[in-house]
């Protein structure tokens, strides 16, 4: 009985890894180069949409009710009571810099499911944005809905963020078994960073320190009555993630991964974790902790973390670009499903690694939120969408109070192309990419670059024409600017972006490079081939059947031999006959 239990959650693992998965990443001030808390998030999905979302602020008669739908399928679930005051939300991040960030991981079978449960994960986000001034408000409110209301979701993990505390909150549903979920949140330690991505993370606890960390008073209790621990251990050894969402070889491998290829890139000695990540090494003992702090020198800036999104585990063990996986042209993405079998006959089954930047992302996210600043500027949504390799970040003020129509909800969908929305024009920029990713990334990469240093400047000057206006008492005019900042720099950014798109497929088609040639309208055409590591592999496969007889002489041998004005005349003659054969002027058959 134990055995299927734990086998069913490896199983819905696996099912919310191929939906659902997400990386979030959490930087206290302290260990931030330019002094701020940032979170990062990105909604890898591949069937959501990416678009800002926007709820205005709101005042609301005593009395009304909120509509609940879920976030993933649009089900109406119920009502509950609206608040009579709602704070404006643009993207994951309210009028008072509070932001959230989620990413899912199952949990045990038996507690995904409650009967007549009205609050899914992705409504507690956007009702705590709307209703919390703080990260520890934003905390009350998703902890105490759904034990009035039940609990709609599977076991999530959240990222929930001020300008002064980063928290961690991790929680799941109690089935039928009883109404609510059991829940534990942790606060970052200030000069430390933590992340999460689709697996449970906090292991033991504090008890006794509310200031760092808070519970459910059944977080342990339920346990044992459910049998999943003794009810005579000591609960300073209790660990919430090992007792609601046990570790799995997935869990590690293509979840905790993610967070360690985070880790590695701040912290010294997070090799002694590879084998775990491997997945060959599951025991408690064995994971890494819940956030570390950053070496000497390490500290992590705004421009490092949006990079740390784009990773595919370069230069490590798990490296997506060296393998037979990343085809002839290193690409860094493995096409769906995430565990694959070579044969349906076959014993065994594969996985391919699980990155944080992924295809399928529908939108990202990397927030700022600047303590020493008024609200209204202080929080900076950096936001982007599709494949986080692929996204420009904008700037999006906590102040905006326009959501930029390109990137609006109702501008296009899913099922629903159109060239007027970032999401799609981002997506053609990318996918492009994909079919020769070394040759084509690396111009996009230098692009992005570019647009993000030009916006990370230009925010830095908006500061400052803001802060004048306000300490003016100009605070209309102040908002307007930072409104009409984001809201034209992202719109123009899609235009920019499509003309970006018309200029590589240009460039790239036809599996050539053309650039173009001074005074002519006929353009250079470099034929790059495929590299002398796929051309080694092609023959170590094939043997002979593509080689070429020493009696057969190649272009170039002739070009070589037909030199000058003979070269020029055989090219001549080839176009005259080709030409004929065209037009039918000559029978060739």
Not at 37 to 59: K, R
Not at 177 to 185: P, Q, R
Not at 245 to 255: L, M
Not at 521 to 527: E, G, K, N, R, S
Request: aromatic share 14%.
């Amino acid at each position: 009985n134990a055995m299927k239990k734990i086998l069913a959650c490896v199983l819905l693992g696996m099912l919310i890894l191929s939906t659902h998965g997400c990386t979030n990443f959490l930087v206290t001030k302290g260990a931030s180069q330019e002094g701020y808390n940032m979170i990062t998030y990105a909604a890898d999905s591949h069937v959501l949409y990416g678009v800002l979302y926007h709820y205005p602020a709101g005042t609301h008669s005593e009395g009304s009710v909120r509509h609940i739908y879920d976030w993933d399928s649009g089900e109406y679930l119920g009502d509950i009571p609206e608040k009579t005051e709602t704070y404006k939300v643009m993207g994951n991040m309210n009028e008072y810099q509070v932001t959230i960030g989620e990413t899912t991981y199952g949990g045990r079978a038996e507690l995904q499911h409650q009967d007549g449960a009205i609050v899914d994960y992705g409504s507690l986000i956007y009702i705590a944005l709307q209703r919390s001034k703080t990260a520890r408000e934003a905390i009350t409110v998703m902890t105490t809905l759904p034990q009035e209301y039940g609990y709609a979701s599977e076991g999530e993990s959240f990222s929930i963020a001020d300008k002064d505390e980063v928290w961690i909150l991790e929680h799941i549903g109690k089935g039928n078994f009883e109404k609510g979920t059991v829940w534990v949140a942790v606060k970052v330690p200030d000069g430390h960073v933590s992340a999460h991505a689709n697996q449970a993370r906090i292991q033991t606890f504090p008890w006794d320190d509310p200031e760092n960390c808070l519970y459910s008073d059944d977080v342990m209790s339920f346990a044992v009555a459910r049998g999943y621990v003794e009810g005579t251990l000591p609960r300073e050894e209790f660990s919430f993630s090992d007792t609601y969402a046990p570790v799995s070889f997935e869990g590690a491998r293509a979840c905790e991964g993610r967070v360690w290829s985070f880790f590695n890139r701040i912290k010294s000695g997070m090799d002694v974790y590879e084998d775990y990540i491997k997945g060959d090494k599951l025991e408690p003992t064995d994971r890494m902790p819940l956030t570390i702090e950053p070496d000497a020198g390490k500290k992590v800036s705004l421009k490092q973390l949006m990079e740390y999104m784009r990773d595919h585990y370069e230069g490590t063990y798990f490296d997506m670009t060296t393998d037979v996986g990343a085809q002839a042209f290193k690409m860094p993405y493995r096409w769906r499903p995430l565990t694959w079998k070579p044969t349906e006959a076959s014993d065994n089954t594969y996985i391919n690694e699980r990155a944080t930047s992924t295809q399928q992302t529908a939108w990202n996210y990397v927030a700022q939120m600047r303590h020493n600043m008024p609200d209204p500027v202080g929080g900076i949504f950096w936001f982007g969408v599709d494949d986080t390799s692929g996204s420009v970040h904008v700037p999006i003020y906590a102040g905006m109070q326009r959501c930029p129509f390109r990137w609006a909800e109702g501008h296009g969908s899913m099922m629903d192309f159109t060239f007027d929305s970032a999401f799609w024009v981002f997506n053609l920029v990318t996918n492009w990419a994909y079919m020769r990713w070394n040759v084509i990334y690396p111009e996009i990469k230098a692009k992005i670059l570019e647009k993000e240093d030009f916006y990370i400047t230009e925010t830095a000057r908006i500061d400052t024409e803001f802060q004048e206006l306000w300490d003016a008492g100009n605070q209309e005019d102040a908002i307007e600017l930072v409104t009409s900042f984001s809201e034209e720099t992202a719109n123009e950014l899609v235009v920019e972006w499509f003309d970006f798109f018309k200029y590589l497929f240009v460039k790239y088609m036809d599996g050539n490079t053309k650039t173009k040639t001074e005074g002519s309208d006929v353009p250079h055409v470099d034929y790059a081939g495929y590299g002398e590591e796929w051309y080694a592999r092609i023959v170590a496969e094939t043997g002979d059947k593509y080689l070429v007889p020493d009696t057969m002489e190649s272009s170039h041998q002739l070009k070589s031999k037909l030199k000058g004005k003979h070269w020029l005349g055989f090219q001549a003659t080839y176009q005259f006959l080709f030409s004929c054969k065209n037009s039918k002027l000559i029978d060739f058959a």
